[in-house]
Nanobody, 127 residues
Framework: QVQLLESGGGLVQPGGSLNLSCTAS????????IAWFRKAPGKGREGVSC?????????YYADSVKGRFTISRDNDKNTVFLQMNTLKPEDTAVYYC???????????????????WGQGTQVTVSS
């Protein structure tokens, strides 16, 4: 059974940093695309970033995070990270990691392409 567990969220001041983690069990993350989505209060779910299977290529779907967020993975730990720098109040949201869970899946910004989701971790950016 595929399970994803996010961690690393919290309360941070504007300009601060957080490093989110997504650890998988029951599946080897490097075999499938892993994406981060977020959902802010009153808004729909938004694709943030994705790291591809096999070649490890990365994508940043939200223009507002380009240059500030970095996605990476540690295959030995079966974990994907989202390093978030220079955080802004508009980054406040619940952040979810997701995977399709099948070998060779490529990145997609479309949430329904992903079959497995973590429970989410709250990120609050406020002074």
């Amino acid at each position: 059974q595929v399970q994803l567990l996010e961690s690393g969220g919290g309360l941070v001041q504007p300009g601060g940093s957080l490093n989110l983690s997504c650890t998988a069990s029951g599946f080897t993350l490097r075999y499938s695309a892993i994406a981060w989505f977020r959902k802010a209060p009153g808004k729909g779910r938004e694709g943030v970033s994705c790291i591809n299977t096999l070649d490890g290529s990365t994508y940043y779907y939200a223009d507002s995070v380009k240059g500030r967020f970095t996605i990476s993975r540690d295959n030995d730990k079966n974990t994907v990270f989202l390093q978030m720098n220079t955080l802004k109040p508009e980054d406040t949201a619940v952040y979810y990691c997701a995977t399709g869970g099948w070998y060779g899946m490529d990145c997609s910004h479309v949430s329904y392409d992903y079959n497995y989701w973590g429970q989410g971790t709250q990120v609050t950016v406020s002074s």
